[in-house]
């Protein structure tokens, strides 16, 4: 499926439900290292008016 196509579903009110709410916000509390490098970051996601704890990891984190 295109991006094109994508978009509108995922903005739609079966998932992320943009018009209700239009942001979601990412507070992280800590880091996660791998020697010296950082390979995630910990924190709380807000989405769609829930709070949960969260790990994030990833290739392209810079501090």
Known sequence: MSDAAWTPHLKSDDLF???????????????????????????TITMKGGHQSRRLSGARLSV
């Open 17 to 43: 439900d943009v018009a209700t709410y239009p942001t979601i916000t990412f507070h992280a509390d800590g880091l996660v290292f791998n020697g010296a490098k950082v390979i995630g970051a910990t924190g």
